[in-house]
């Protein structure tokens, strides 16, 4: 089946995007190079077409009580108007899909789930769907665009003749676009989501107000970074939310949820491994994903992430590490091709945005 491709598919082209296949959307991996694309949007102000992700509404008395059983963040803690991260987990407490809840009316809800998971979130939701809950998954009618950066505020201002709105996780109504003060790089910025026949046109907007495209790669870079994970690499079914460092959107106090046994019994056991931040001490080739993680000369871990750092200039991974490995300071060795090199567990994120 051959890969599909957003709205803005022409606009990547005639903007010099290098398409790749993601996730089964052909996409743009970059257009003049990661490193510069990474580098405009710590410094200035770029836009990712993330029309890949998929958008769910969902409506109708009880709304707020089966978010709440189905995901792990509390949803009845949102007011009208903001917007949580949250995660979707399997009964063994693995990771399904990590997402984002607007809450848009007293029972009525915008939701953004990654691109890969389109299919398998929807049929997940359909199959525990109660009566009474509208479910609509309209990711077909809606393309989005992320603008990041420090300068994204001028780029909303040209928008929406409005200021950025200082206060992040929230969601503004513009007619017909939604404009939310999220983003997946660490940079002040804000994601819109508009329409499918209107994404071009938006995309020409963004760009004409001081935007430059920039592509996957420097997406990657970007929240590699800042220790953002990334589904399918950093998350799985095989990892609880717990493991991954994710403890802070996750609310076992809330009630049931699915998933929520295996993370009590995680919380009064105690953790086995932990997704940590390794850099390389030195100089090395870019670290990729499932390469080894040696400490005292053997195995005990892959990379699940991993990047040569723009902003620092150093080889840095994500690893799911044994508990007692896990502890900032801690030596390891990344193998990269047959050599291994120095590294050491260092705190989360690796880099910080300036303010």
């Not at 836009?47 to 109708?60: C, K, L, P, T, W």
């Not at 409005?162 to 804000?190: C, K, M, S, W």
């Not at 420097?218 to 994970?229: K, S």
Request: hydrophobic letters at 40%; glycine letters at 10%; a negative charge.
């Amino acid at each position: 089946m051959s890969a599909r491709r957003t709205p803005l598919y022409d606009s990547h082209l005639a903007a010099g995007g290098r398409m790749v296949d993601f996730a089964g959307w052909e996409m743009p991996v970059q257009y003049t190079g990661i490193l510069q694309e990474h580098s405009t949007v710590r410094t200035a102000c770029g836009a990712f077409d993330i029309s890949h992700m998929g958008e769910f509404f969902v409506s109708g008395a009880g709304s707020v009580a089966w978010l709440d059983g189905l995901l792990t963040n509390k949803v009845a803690a949102l007011e009208i108007g903001q917007a949580q991260y949250s995660l979707m987990l399997n009964e063994q407490g693995g990771v399904i899909d990590d997402l984002i809840v607007y809450r848009m009316g007293e029972e009525s809800f915008l939701i953004i789930v990654n691109a890969a998971k389109i299919d398998e979130d929807e049929a997940w939701m359909r199959k525990h769907l109660v009566p009474g809950i509208e479910f609509a998954n309209k990711s077909d009618d809606y393309a989005a665009l992320a603008i990041q950066g420090p300068k994204s505020g001028a780029v909303y201002e040209a928008l929406f003749g409005q200021p950025l709105p200082e206060q992040r996780n929230r969601i503004v109504v513009h007619g017909d676009i939604y404009a939310v003060i999220t983003g997946y790089t660490g940079e002040v910025g804000f994601e819109i989501v508009v329409p499918a026949t209107k994404a071009a046109e938006y995309w020409d907007k963004v760009l004409a107000a001081g935007a430059v495209p920039a592509g996957l790669g420097a997406r990657d870079t970007l929240r590699l970074e800042m220790c953002y994970p990334l589904n399918g690499s950093d998350l799985s079914p095989e990892h609880t939310p717990l493991e991954a460092g994710l403890g802070f959107f996750v609310d076992v106090l809330k009630g049931d949820f699915i998933g929520r046994e295996r993370l009590l019994e995680q919380k009064s056991k105690g953790l086995t491994q932990r997704l940590s931040a390794i850099e390389v001490i030195g100089k090395c080739p870019p670290i990729r994903s499932h390469y080894p993680v040696l400490a005292f000369g053997k195995k005990v871990a892959e990379t699940t992430s991993g990047a040569l750092s723009p902003s620092l200039q150093k080889g840095i991974a994500l690893a799911y590490l044994p508990i007692e490995l896990a502890k900032v300071g801690q030596e390891l060795e990344i193998e990269v091709r047959g050599k291994a090199y120095s590294a050491v567990v260092v705190k989360k994120p690796f880099y910080q945005p300036k303010p």
